[in-house]
Structures are given as structure tokens and as C-alpha cells.
């Protein structure tokens, strides 16, 4: 339950239109419930803005399917990260309306539009094809928080003028999430092109000394660009949040805390 259905809920409790027993029934499992391998947090759409999102790796196609139903009973929509296609069509099947983004490995169920929370544009950045994935789930995200996201791929440090070309769309981003592997250089670009919060991803894409992503993420951590924050590797999700609230207006994240 987020904050705007619950003041609704108090405020027809305070003008007599629901009873306040109906309300406490309403408000049964608001904090948790458990399923017995999970605990589902229905708190955190009030707490933070946004519902718990499922991270699916190591978690059964029915485990999902159960998360995501007891999500989607308390009204809020549903994402789960990181679902292969086997697992993705076992969960289809038993939640109708979900749908399944290959690229990214996310299954998201809305059953209205996301009201746009964000206040600017995100540009999601991707040096080569092969990091297209982890870009994608930060852009998919980015959208489940309430942002407006444009992805841009295969842009890397390897022809400049690529990235170049793109000017015009570079200069509206309010904030950037610029994923590379191998050498991991073009956060340190873009951090040194634009004068806007830059979250660089590293991937696990390379050949052998890269080390599954270590090469990159040692290079992004010590950028020169002043404005480059790094989160972990392949952790598109984590990036697509953390655009998502710098995103949003200051004011409107002071208020969410009051």
C-alpha cells in the first residue's frame, strides 16, 4: 500500500464512509506477510515510494509467481529481476497480464500507468551490445520507479563519434547511467562531457583480464571525472534506482520522509 491509497483509506474513515473495522480488515498484513520462504515487505511502498522488487535468481518460477500475486493483491505493481525465459514462461502462466522483457530478465505486472515521479530524463548509456542486458534492466527500472528513461547502445570509447552524434539527447539528461565493460572508460567520458550526476556499471564483459568485471570497476572507481559514482557489477537494478531518486524533486523526496 503506498501513501496516497492509504490517506485515502483514513480520509474515508475520518468523512464516515468506511467503517474503521472495515479499515483495520483493509489494513491487515500492511507491514509483512510471510509465505513461508518469503517475507514480503508491503511496507516499502509507503517507506520508500516504491513496492519490493523480486530478485529472481535463485528463486523458483513459483516462488516469483507467489511474490508477485501477494504484491499485486495489495495493489502495487510487481518487478522481479534477473528471470531467465524458462522461468519467465512458468511465471506468465500463472500471472496473467505480466509481462516479460528477454533482454533485461524482468517480468513487470502494472495494472494502470506509472504516474511519472521523475522530474528530468534519464539516458542510459551502453559502451558495446554485449553490455545491453545490464542496460536494459537499469532502464527498465528506472521506468518502474516513475522516471523517464532513453537508452542509447553501443556508443563505447572504440568510435567516439558515435557517442558524439548524439549530442543534442546527451545535453537533456538530467542524470546518466553509462554501463561498460572491458576497460570501463566511458563513464569517465561522459563524466568529463556533461555536467550531470554520472552512474557508471560495471559488467562482467571482457577477455580474461578484465576479470569478470573487476578491471572495469577498478577503472570507474578511479575516474578523474569528479561526477562518476560506480555501483556493483552488472547491477543494472541498483543503478536504475539510484537515477530514479536523483530524479526525483528534492521537495518531493523531503516530503515522502515527513
Not at 177 to 202: H, K, N, Q, W, Y
Amino acid at each position: 500500500m503506498d501513501k496516497e491509497r492509504l490517506l485515502r483509506l483514513l480520509e474515508q474513515v475520518a468523512a464516515g464512509q468506511t467503517a474503521p473495522g472495515e479499515a483495520c480488515k483493509k489494513l491487515q498484513g500492511f507491514d509483512y506477510e510471510s509465505l513461508g520462504y518469503a517475507t514480503v515487505d508491503h511496507h516499502r511502498s509507503l517507506r520508500k515510494g516504491v513496492p519490493e522488487v523480486i530478485y529472481g535468481e535463485g528463486k523458483t518460477a513459483e516462488q516469483i509467481a507467489g511474490i508477485m500475486g501477494r504484491i499485486i493483491a495489495q495493489g502495487d505493481p510487481a518487478l522481479a529481476t534477473r528471470v531467465d525465459e524458462h522461468k519467465a514462461a512458468r511465471v506468465l502462466s500463472l500471472i496473467p497480464g505480466a509481462e516479460y522483457d528477454a533482454c533485461a530478465r524482468t517480468l513487470c505486472f502494472t495494472e494502470k500507468p506509472r504516474p511519472l515521479r521523475g522530474r528530468g530524463l534519464i539516458v542510459v548509456l551502453s559502451a558495446g551490445t554485449s553490455d545491453l542486458p545490464v542496460a536494459r534492466e537499469a532502464a527498465v527500472t528506472a521506468r518502474f520507479m516513475g522516471s523517464r528513461a532513453e537508452e542509447l547502445h553501443d556508443v563505447g570509447v572504440a568510435g567516439l563519434h558515435r557517442l558524439l552524434a548524439h549530442r543534442e539527447l546527451l545535453e537533456r539528461a538530467a542524470v546518466f547511467i553509462v554501463v561498460a565493460g572491458m576497460e570501463g572508460a566511458l563513464p569517465s567520458v561522459v563524466g568529463g562531457l556533461f555536467p550531470r550526476p554520472v552512474i557508471a556499471v560495471p559488467t562482467s564483459v571482457g577477455y580474461g583480464a578484465s576479470f569478470g568485471g573487476v578491471a572495469a570497476l577498478l577503472g570507474m572507481l578511479n575516474s578523474c571525472a569528479s561526477n562518476v559514482c560506480v555501483v556493483n557489477i552488472d547491477n543494472g537494478f541498483g543503478a536504475g534506482c539510484v537515477a530514479a531518486m536523483m530524479d526525483r524533486d528534492v521537495e518531493e523526496r523531503i516530503e515522502d520522509r515527513s
